[in-house]
């Protein structure tokens, strides 16, 4: 799943186009030894015109932004939440 966590208040102001922070989370359950375990995986990037996103305006003031391809791929490291949903799950460590 993938949503805009937020609109980074910036000199463009609010913006869900030029800048902003997305959230992302993935969720896996496992059997593991005796135990059921649930893993969630949530990483977060902020997106910008100063930092990693391009613009072009029209005349009409239409913009059209999308990802600066001189700085991509963008690396999002995930911070992983274990979780015990039954059984034995001591012997479980990331």
């Not at 949503?3 to 463009?12: K, M, T």
């Not at 800048?19 to 059921?36: A, H, I, P, R, Y």
């Not at 009409?60 to 600066?68: R, V």
Request: aromatic share 8%; hydrophobic share 40%; with cysteine.
């Amino acid at each position: 799943m993938m949503e805009i966590q937020r609109a980074n208040v910036s000199g463009y102001g609010p913006s869900a186009t030029r800048d902003f922070t997305l959230q992302f989370k993935m969720e896996e359950s496992m059997v593991l030894n005796d135990g059921m375990v649930r893993l969630n995986f949530v990483g977060r990037m902020g997106f910008s015109l100063d930092e990693n996103l391009m613009i072009n305006c029209a005349a009409s003031g239409f913009c059209h932004t999308w990802l600066d391809e001189t700085k991509s791929p963008q690396l999002v490291v995930p911070v992983v939440e274990v979780e015990c949903l039954s059984g034995v799950c001591d012997s479980f460590h990331l």
